[in-house]
């Protein structure tokens, strides 16, 4: 079922339209009058040349000013405008450095808990054997899947190792 009110125009929001469009009308006739036709040429070639330097803003300023391309003003605001990108983008720039080493020391500190800790709790426990450390690098994973006394020792290293680091 379709409600009328979908399709239904407010009186007066049309009203307001209207009333908007010609106070609109108005401003506009009111802004051609105040502005000359070498204005309108100065403000086109001012966009050509620095439409992506400048703010538009400036750009009116000074075309109203009617002042040359040449004109130092115009240089002054290019280059503090310009100054003012470079600063946003250093910003930007080390916001992006700033990720990127926290992304590596995060990464760091999770492969040193998953991976090196546990590797030297293995070769602790081998050493404890009287086995070969280095042995330790080449199976832990094995003896830790298989063989449930390594699992508990090696688990059990690991909680003691961490509780040191945590005393110290």
């Known amino acids: 079922m379709v409600r009328f009110s979908q399709y239904w125009v407010d009186p007066d929001d049309e009203l307001r339209q209207i009333n908007n469009f010609e106070e609109e009308k108005k401003q506009t006739q009111i802004l051609k009058n105040q502005i000359n036709q070498s204005q309108g040429f100065s403000v ?40 003012q990108q470079g600063k946003l983008g250093k910003r930007i720039r080390d916001a992006a450095r700033g990720f990127v080493r926290t992304a590596f020391v995060g990464a760091d500190s999770l492969a040193e808990a998953v991976i090196k800790r546990p590797f030297q709790a293995a070769a602790e426990s081998f050493e404890e054997r009287g086995l070969n450390p280095i042995l330790a690098y080449a199976g832990p994973l094995l003896g830790y899947l298989t063989d449930p006394f390594t699992r508990d020792e090696v688990k059990n290293l690991f909680i003691n190792h961490t509780k040191e680091i945590k005393k110290n």
């Open 44 to 83: 086109a070639n001012l966009s050509s040349q620095y439409g992506g330097f400048m703010p538009s803003g400036g750009i009116i300023a000074a075309g109203l000013k009617e002042l040359s391309l040449q004109a130092p003003e115009i240089k002054t605001v290019v280059d503090s405008y310009l100054e």
